[in-house]
Nanobody, 123 residues
């Protein structure tokens, strides 16, 4: 129901735009967000956006470099990632939940997950 895409290989300092397409249900009233998991590390929260797009929340390492957005008509969510660093290398997952908020999505596991998309940043 959540399909992530847009990953790839990019040099440090480059940009990538991840997309998450929702299907099978309407996620327009759900908070949506991105998580990532690097090899040998736990999955971590990256960014989230409330259903109205009026509120966003980012992990400190993403602030100023990543921008999350959504289109509730198209049932899609995007993550624009600029100034990428090798430490951003991970599998990125999109997620959604009807009860969480952008501010607490990183603290509780969302109910819906998409498959991951690999982001590799070379130095």
């Amino acid at each position: 129901q959540l399909q992530a895409s847009g990953g790839g290989l990019v040099q440090a300092g480059g940009s990538l735009r991840l997309s998450c397409a929702a299907s099978g249900r309407t996620f327009s009233r759900y908070v949506m967000g991105w998580f990532r998991q690097a090899p040998g590390k736990e999955r971590e929260f990256v960014a989230a956006i409330n259903w109205s797009s009026g509120s966003t929340f980012y992990v400190d390492s993403a602030k100023g470099r990543f921008t999350i957005s959504r289109d509730n008509v198209k049932n899609t969510m995007n993550l624009q990632m600029n100034s990428l660093k090798p430490e951003d290398t991970a599998v990125y997952y999109c997620a959604a939940d009807p009860f969480l908020t952008a501010q607490n999505m990183g603290n509780s596991p969302p109910g819906y997950w998409g498959q991951g998309t690999q982001v590799t940043v070379s130095s």
